[in-house]
């Protein structure tokens, strides 16, 4: 089972700053949160993952709560390519944990 | 860089045909995954194979399904026979090795059609 949740779906006007949530309530000290995105027809592409501190990429930023029960993708300038589903996926930072759960995700729509 | 590269795009065959599709991870990774995408179930790994070797085949759905990887380079999924219900998305994952786990990066995937 996905250790994570998401809001299923959301919209963002084009230009605007797109804020994903994820709350991850169970997550344990030694879990990493990643995240993925897939447009339509390709498979999940890597943005972004961190442990506690606030990272970010040229894709995007990763704010994670001081407590690390919830997490916030932020797209700074959202564009109509944004328009995907979103996955907020927890891993434990060991050798031999290498499966990706994937729950459901967020669709995100981006709007002209 | 190329990525991780799976072929075909698309199959579509009939029931009780063999399917293989294949996969070539990022030059220097050492993990490779097969998933299996549908929109009852998402995604789902199906196996995964470290330097070369399975180590976790726990997502196979039944013995119609096998996977190989004869060398770093290359990987192949294979069905026999095939079912309608197999029909899906089929994706391959590669990553390499390093502190933190470094992130999986997929292929485009084959859109598999079983009539």
């Known amino acids: 089972d996905a250790k994570t949740t998401q809001p299923p779906s959301m919209d963002c006007a084009e230009g605007r700053a797109a804020n994903l949530p994820c709350n991850h309530s169970t997550i344990s000290g030694n879990e990493y949160v990643y995240w993925y995105r897939q447009i339509h027809s390709q498979g999940p592409q890597y943005i972004i993952h961190?442990?506690?501190n606030n990272e970010t990429n040229e894709m995007a930023s990763l704010i994670i709560t001081e407590d690390r029960k919830s997490s916030t993708l932020i797209l700074p300038h959202a564009t109509l390519r944004d328009t995907a589903v979103y996955y907020c996926i927890v891993r434990p930072l060991t050798s031999g944990t290498y499966k990706y759960i994937f729950g459901t995700g967020t669709r995100l729509k981006v709007l002209a | 860089d190329a990525g991780v590269i799976q072929s075909p795009r698309h199959e579509v065959t009939e029931m009780g045909q063999e399917v293989t599709l294949r996969c070539k991870p990022i030059s220097g990774h050492n993990s490779l995954f097969w998933y299996r995408q549908t929109m009852m179930r998402g995604l789902e790994l199906l196996i995964y194979f470290n330097n070369n070797v399975p180590i976790d085949d726990s997502g196979m759905p039944e013995d119609r399904f096998s996977a190989k990887m004869p060398n770093a380079s290359f990987s192949t999924l294979k069905i026999q026979p095939s079912e309608p219900r197999d029909s899906a998305v089929y994706f391959c994952a590669s990553s390499g090795t390093g502190y933190p786990l470094q992130p999986q990066h997929f292929g485009d995937g084959t859109r598999l059609s079983i009539l």
């Open positions: 961190g442990l506690k």
